[in-house]
């Protein structure tokens, strides 16, 4: 049963718009979520997170808004950059020194 | 050094071989995880460590699999008689433990053939 989802295998967004990932998770005692980018034969980057007592964490081009009623999260890039181009992996973690759980990942494709 | 270092970066084994995973982690850093990522897949937990201790190894996916970090800090996945099924990356990543970013290796990419 899987906890953290991601839906979307895929996405492609234009140069300069706005790529918008989502992430759904089951387990509402989750309280902190992360993203993670990865690029091939690398391992994954952290990239930001947001603690459940929050709704918006915003940092340069990235931000990650999370609706708690709907266990929906969302990272938001704007605007894209071809160094985008890569798999982004959402996660959660139950408390700050448990194990993080991951969903399957999202590859971006940004085009030029 | 700066980040989590893990070797070898690549393995291949024949089945039913023995093989040793070595991950150095940031220096510090109190926690310790090991992740299996399989192709096309997201990483899956297997086992985490809280210096020496080990404090989950809920996700060995068998008692093939075994994991330690005798002095807190350099920690080894051994896999013993390795099967088809175990080719995956192993990913090791560690965290100082009250901040919940963990930071991750490269991967060692097994191939049992």
């Known amino acids: 049963d899987q906890q953290v989802k991601q839906n979307s295998p895929s996405l492609s967004v234009q140069e300069g718009r706005i790529s918008i990932l989502n992430c759904d998770y089951t387990?509402?005692?989750?309280?902190?979520f992360l993203w993670y980018k990865k690029y091939p034969a690398e391992g994954p980057t952290f990239l930001i997170s947001?603690?459940?007592?929050?709704d918006k964490n915003e940092d340069g081009r990235f931000t990650v808004f999370l609706n708690k009623s709907a266990k929906h999260l969302s990272l938001h890039i704007v605007p894209s950059q071809p160094g985008d181009s890569a798999v982004y992996f959402c996660?959660?973690?139950?408390?700050?020194?448990?194990?993080?759980?991951f969903g399957k990942g999202t590859r971006l494709h940004i085009l030029p | 050094g700066a980040g989590v270092s893990q070797s070898p970066r690549y393995k291949v084994a024949k089945r039913g071989q023995d093989v040793a995973l070595r991950c150095d982690p940031i220096?510090?850093?109190?926690?310790l995880f090991w992740y299996q990522q399989a192709l096309g897949q997201g990483p899956e937990f297997l086992t985490y460590?809280?210096?020496?201790?080990?404090?989950?190894k809920s996700g060995l996916p068998s008692d093939r699999f075994f994991a330690e970090r005798p002095e807190g800090s350099v920690s080894t996945l051994k896999i013993q008689r390795t099967q088809q099924e175990d080719s995956a990356v192993y990913l090791c990543?560690?965290?100082?433990?009250?901040?919940?970013?963990?930071?991750f290796g490269q991967g060692t990419r097994l191939t049992v053939v």
């Open positions: 220096s510090g850093h109190v926690s």
């Open positions: 460590f809280q210096n020496e201790a080990q404090l989950d």
């Open positions: 947001i603690s459940s007592i929050k």
């Open positions: 996660a959660a973690r139950l408390n700050r020194d448990d194990k993080i759980i």
């Open positions: 990543a560690s965290s100082l433990g009250v901040i919940a970013e963990a930071f």
């Open positions: 387990n509402s005692m989750f309280d902190y």
